[in-house]
């Protein structure tokens, strides 16, 4: 017979150190290369203002895939998004004024399949300065004394999320038919509970009960 002896606690102890430091090692190769990967991503949406003269300066942004890629709480992967922003520098604060226009794809309420869902909007923003940074309002944001730059790339991302109708379902078509996908309306309708017939007779009860 052949006895299988139990492996000893300073064993298990020894295995969980190694998949704990194994694990972090891993860590400490990969998480820097993906920080600068979605820094060099983001970096275009890194407004330099110092330098710009009074008045207007004008900045177009594509948003696709890779933008939302960035933000790991996402709701939207993809995406063709056009972004017209025009800054306006006066002498003690900055005006943002953007112009957001293009299609995310999303999940359809009616038919649990993914569409693409045309957005448009137009959204202010005022900085100001101050001694710290701070969200004063929803459109109204502090940056400390002294900054040159002003990263817009999370309010492009709260904009555009924002721009997503709550209810979500597919357009029709030129032909006013509905763009949802027939076969999964055809299983939800099967997997949909289906009401009992109700016998009669409790009607009688129901009936009697009321008298």
Not at 27 to 37: G, L
Not at 43 to 59: D, I, R, T, V, W
Not at 120 to 142: A, C, Q, R, T, W
Not at 179 to 189: A, D, M, P, T, V
Request: one cysteine or more.
């Amino acid at each position: 017979m052949v006895c299988l002896k139990k492996p000893s606690s300073n064993h298990s102890n020894a295995s969980l150190l190694f998949l704990f430091s194994y694990s972090f090692i891993l860590f400490c190769n990969f998480a820097p290369r993906f920080v600068k990967k979605v820094s060099n991503r983001l970096k275009p949406y890194h407004l330099g203002f110092k330098g710009l003269s009074l008045g207007h300066h004008h900045f177009d942004f594509d948003i696709g895939s890779d933008f939302f890629e960035c933000f790991e709480e996402t709701e939207i992967h993809v995406g063709q998004v056009k972004v017209d922003l025009d800054l306006e520098k006066q002498e003690k604060m900055l005006v943002l004024s953007f112009d957001i226009h293009g299609e995310v794809e999303v999940v359809c309420d009616r038919c649990a399949y993914e569409y693409m869902q045309p957005i448009s909007g137009k959204e202010v923003v005022f900085i100001k300065f101050g001694s710290e940074y701070l969200e004063e309002d929803d459109d109204v944001l502090i940056l400390p004394q002294g900054s040159h730059e002003v990263d817009v790339s999370s309010m492009l991302y709260d904009f555009i999320h924002l721009l997503v109708p709550y209810h979500r379902l597919h357009l029709p078509d030129e032909q006013g038919n509905l763009g949802c996908n027939k076969q999964n309306l055809e299983i939800l309708e099967e997997l949909s509970p289906k009401e009992t017939p109700v016998d009669p007779r409790w009607d009688v009860l129901n009936q009697l009960k009321i008298d």
